[in-house]
């Protein structure tokens, strides 16, 4: 008479996790955005700081403060790494 009783309970125990365990992955689905928004929060002049330049050699969008920075014919143009603006230089020249 008891076992059955606690088979019972440990299945809407398991029943329950399951339900649990689905609605936080379904709820972690939408957090990355949450996240994302709260952490740009903290910077709000991000457009500013972030503001994205093309490089002419691959193509990359790279932000402007962490782009390399190069003068071509007192043009300033912005690469993705070093590799980049070297081999831009060298094709250029
Ligand atoms: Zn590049």
Do not use: Q
Request: proline share 5%.
């Amino acid at each position: 008479m008891g076992p059955p009783v606690c088979l019972e309970m440990i299945r809407l125990v398991i029943a329950g996790i399951i339900v649990y365990v689905v609605y936080r992955l379904s709820k972690s689905l939408f957090a990355p955005s949450e996240k994302i928004l709260k952490g740009r929060s903290g910077g709000t002049s991000r457009i500013k700081g972030e503001e994205l330049v093309k490089d002419p050699c691959c193509g990359t969008y790279v932000p402007i403060n962490s782009a390399h920075k190069a003068t071509l014919n007192g043009k300033t143009l912005y690469f993705c790494s070093r590799e980049c603006l070297e081999k831009y230089m060298k094709e250029n020249n």
